[in-house]
Structures are given as C-alpha cells and as structure tokens.
C-alpha cells in the first residue's frame, strides 16, 4: 500500500457548479456551413425569411445577395431573374426585382447523434448547458430554377386543351367501369406506411412554420441567452444519482454507437465491439476473419479470464479441426443461396470443394492446385482463393498448410481429436460420393499421406516434470524433456542437411506458444524478409507507445497475426530474444530492473527538445515503477542544463505513465494494473 503524495503534486484548479437548463431544448439548433469558408460568416449578411418543419428538423433560410458588389455580375443575374419569374413578373414572382437578388439555404442531416452536444454558457462561475435538438448542414438550394420547367409544361397543357377544345365537339357518352378496392391486410398495411413512398408524403405534407430572426445583440437575443443561464428551482434528476449511473447517462448507448459506426474494412476486426458480443459470436468473429487459427492464439484473443472448456464448445460449433490447427466451417464463408464473387458459382460448390482442400490438409502437409483442381472441377480462381485463405506456396511442394501441426493441442485433447477424426471420415464419406472419388484415388492419397507422416514428424514424448520461466514469468517444460524416438532419430541423422530446417521448437509467451522455424536464421532471403517486416512492426508499436512490456507486445502481435492473410511472413514466429534484439536495433532500451517481472522496453531517442525529460523517466524507471514528477524535472534540469515547464513534463509523463491516485505509474507494470 503507497502512501499518498502531497495534494501540490495534481492539485484541484477550479471547482464549478454546473447547471442544466432545458428551457430551449427543443428548439437549439447547431448550423454548419461546409461550402463556405470560415473567414466568410453570414452574420452581416441580411436574412430575408425562414421556416422550419420541427418533426422532420428540416430548415430553410432565404439569405440577400449583394448585388452592388463587384464581385456580382449583372448579366448573369438578370438571366436567373428571367428564367425563374419570366418577362412579365407579378406579385408571385421568387425574386422582387429583375436580377437574382437572393438565394435559399436548405438544411441537410450531418450525420451526428446531436443528443451527444450541448451549448455551454459561463456566467459568474456558474456553468449552464443547454441539449442541441437537432445538428444541421446549411447547404445553397436551387429547387425554384425548376419553376422556367414548370411554367412552360403548364403553358403547353393549357395550349393543347385549348386546340383539343375546338376540334372536338361534344363528347361521346362512355361507359364507366367502377372497382372497389379489397381490403387491405395487416402485412399489406405495414409495408405500404414503411415504403419510401409513403415516408416522403408524410415529410411533405408536414407545414412549414415561420420564423422570427433576430440579430445579434439586439434585445430579443440577449433575452433568449439569459433564458439559457436561469437558475430553476427545480433540482435536477441528472445530478443526484450514483457516480456509476451517472457515467452511464453520459456515455452513447449500443445502438446510437452500431449507428453511428463507420464501415470499416471486411480485414478489419473491432476488438472494442469484440468485447460486447456473447461468447459463441466472438468466436465465429475471429475465425471468420482469421479462416485459420491456433487455439491458445484464440485464448489470447478473447477477453482476460475466458473459460478454456466453453470456447471448445463454441469452436467446435463453427470450425473443424485440421492439424491441430482450427480451420472456420465452409458454410460460415459460403452461406445458402449465394455464389462466387469470381465466377458466380454457387455456394454449395463451393462449399464441397473447399471441405475437400480441408480433408486433403488433415492427410498431409501439401497439396498441389492441379490436384486439387482436377478433382473438385471448380475455376481456377475459386480454387486459389481457397488455397490462399488456409496455405501458402511452397518452392517445389506446393501449397503447404499456414501453420505447424499444433501437437500441443492435440496431445493435451485426444477426445476431441478422436471426435473430429470420426467427423472427418463421415464428411469424406459424402464428399467421395458427391465428387466422384475412385477407391484407387483415395488409396493412393491415403499412402502419401502415411509416408509422409511417417518421415516427417518425429515423436515426442515427456519424460519429466522439469520447468523453467520465460521472460514474462510463465513456466515452461525444459525442452531437454522433449526426446524422439530411437527410429526417429536415425532417420534425421540420415537426412539432417534436407529435413533439419522442417523441425520447429517452440517458444511460449504470456500462455501463447509461436512456432519457431530453424530456416529463418539458415536462409539469407527469409531471414532479411521476416526482420525487415519485424523492424516495422516493432518499431511502429513502440514509437507510438514509448514503453512496452514483452507480453504486451505479443499480445499486439498476435492480434495483428489474427488478421494478417495466410501466408504472413511473421507467422513463422518470434522468440523473446529477437524481440530484445530488434528492439536495441531500432534504438529502444531494454529495461533490466529488480521490480519488473517480464523484459520491459522504452523508447527515449526521440531526436525533440523533450528527449532529456524522456531520459529523465527512463533513469527514474530503473529503480521503481512509480515515478515522481518532481524528480524527473530535477534530473530533466540536469540533464538538459535547463528547466522545463510542468505542463510539459507532465505531457511526456502521459506517454510514458499512467496516473492513479494521483501517483504515476509506468504502463504495463503489475503495480499499475
């Protein structure tokens, strides 16, 4: 337990009382003006009229042109005056002289929840808000050129009545036919006061209500804006309830928030709306948009405290198992009754084919496209979207499987591999049937199949209970537990310089294991590849956070793993090690303290005039995770031979440090949490 700094250290600047004032709720309306510049208002400019249709929040405002400017050109105007009112004007006429005179400004929806904004007016240290009824964009309307159209359509009609007139004599008696209409069901009825048809007769039948413009300064606006800073004497609901409820009445509801949510891209996934669906729905969320995924990379996904046991039971409902690895069902990604954006084929094509790239996946690590092609009859480009969504080419193999076969889940879940072995059978069973698969075809599949797992997995079995930690304080089995079995090791010792560089270790971090493959430190191009991209991710994530922990820094890893394409570089895993190593590459520091419980890096050389107060924390940081204001301006000074400012240092303090209790704390330290 800390004992609490002095109040000098984040004292209170200025206590307010805050009122809430609904006198002209429903009629404060915020105007934006996106076409015009903002040095050019329209306050002196001179409002001629203004009407408004409360339910729709609809506003128009007719607006005077200065037609003595000479900016203005005469020509232009009277034309506009002559096609809209014609050469003989009268008391209806837009215009009351013979040029363009004026213009309307229509008002159109901006896209804002305006339940969210107030206008606040200080006075005499109190604070009073009033709630925006409506946020608006003022935009020029032209709808009255439209009359020149009009007249000239109603002048032709009145001509042909005319002629039609003279030339015919009396009309001929007709018969007339007389129809009643049925009655209108229910389902009828609310899809005709849905249709857009009907919504728009609705927003034109609603009368448009005058308003009275009063300029700034004059004694109508000041009485209005005193209206807004009365004191009730009524107290107010909002401000006597709990600090929990509260926060709530403050925050956006769900709906307004999916409302106002931009689309984001179809490779995008919100972690932050993650969070709010059920289990089962953020489970089918990251597999569809992973396609493939390892188990405890899913554990990482999902929030802090998960149960392992349920997400079995939601994954399996929406993925299939292959290699140890969990692949998302095809008809997740091909729903009923759609088809191919490529080709156009159907879904349920589609469906059969990509079940049978999975199957051929469980049986062995590649596959070739014309293989596969040849037996699912799909187009070529179905066939490569589907290899691309769970493998990527290898040179002179193939297409291989994205990840390595997980044998820790499918050694730690024996019942579940067993479950979906047997599912996999049936599924085979269907698919033999549906795409005419000879037993000669599925014989030979299944020898390749058995040769190659026999030649490339080696055994391994525990032989003790010996555990050591990682960086991050997460224990580990010794790999020297990890032994192979006696005809295992005589087939590597034979083959050791063709089949060394497929035998991966693995590294566990924070309760995520990534696979590390041998070839990236053997083969010159993948190596300069994997740590070109490493360089980038690393150094993006730790300038713009200055201070990261190595879990955290997996745990963004992994995230941005979970929505990379099949294939990415980076799935080839990362070490602890190369993460230190890249980071002092980059020029962060590795923090290397007796308080600190997993590796800790910071990035200080900065190359700014605040990079001495960076110093400053990171030489403060060394002894403790709680760092004091005062002290990192001391050393700051010293640094640097001049003083700082406490705004400032407090600034820097923010990138760094996270305030609690009035105390600042280093981001992703265990006190801080």
Known sequence: MYTTMDDEEDPVELEINVHLSKRLSSNLYLLQYPVRPSFMTYDNVELLSGKVKPNQKKLELEVALNTKSKHYCNSKGEQFALNVDGRNPDASSFYSSDKMDKQVLSSYPSGTNSGRYALGYLKDGDLFLSPVHAQVQMKPSFHYLDKSDTRAESKLAAQEAGDSSQDEGEEEAKAVTVKFARPESDIAKARRLASFGHMQKLQEEEAWVPLRF????????????????????????????????????????????????????????????????????????LLTNAKV??????????????????????????????????????????PKDGCSPNSGISSELLCRGRDFVMWRFTMSRCVTRKEIASVVKLPSEDVKDILEQMSHIKVNHGWEFVFEHDYDFTDRYQEIVERQN??????????????????????????????????????????????????????????SDMETEPFDIDHLSKNDKSSSSSHNHNSVLNGATMEISHDINNSDNTSQEFRTELHKFIKEKLCSRYVLSISELKRL?????????????????????????????????????????????????????????????????????????????????????????????????????????????????????
């Open 422 to 479: 047997m599912l996999w059978d049936a599924k085979f069973q269907t698919l033999s049937k549906q795409l005419n698969i000879s037993e000669a075809q599925e014989k030979k599949i299944r020898e390749i199949a058995a040769a190659e797992a026999q030649a490339e997995r080696p055994r391994r079995r525990r032989t003790s209970r010996t555990r050591k930690r990682t960086l991050s304080g997460r224990s580990i089995s010794d790999h």
């Open 293 to 334: 995924i390892r188990f405890n990379q899913l554990l990482h996904l999902l929030p802090q405290g998960t149960d392992p046991q349920a997400t079995l039971r939601a994954i399996q409902i929406v993925a299939v198992l292959v290699q140890g690895c969990w692949v998302v069902k095809s008809e997740i990604l091909y």
């Open 557 to 673: 890893l992994n995230m941005k793993l979970s929505q990379a394409p099949p294939g990415y570089i980076l799935n080839k895993g990362v070490t602890d090690k190369l993460c230190e190593q890249t980071v002092i590459e980059i020029g962060g520091i590795v923090l290397n303290t007796k308080w600190q419980e997993e590796a800790m890096f910071m990035f200080v050389d900065t190359g700014d005039e605040l990079e001495p107060v960076r110093k400053a924390i990171y030489e403060s940081a060394k002894t403790s995770n709680r760092l004091m204001k005062k002290t990192v301006m001391k050393n700051a000074e010293a640094i640097s031979g001049k003083a700082f400012p406490e705004n400032t240092v407090k600034n820097v303090l923010r990138d760094y440090c996270v305030n609690k209790n009035a105390q600042w704390f280093l981001k992703c330290s265990i006190d801080a949490s």
């Open 214 to 285: 009063s300029n700034t300064y004059t004694e109508a606006s000041e009485r209005d804006l005193r209206s807004l800073s009365l004191k009730s004497e009524e107290t107010s609901n909002e401000f006597h309830v709990e600090s929990s409820e509260y926060l709530k009445m403050l925050m956006a509801h769900a709906d307004e928030v999916q409302h106002e949510k931009p689309a984001m891209p179809s490779n995008v996934l919100s972690l932050t709306q993650l969070k709010s669906m059920p289990l089962s729905d953020q489970v089918k969320a």
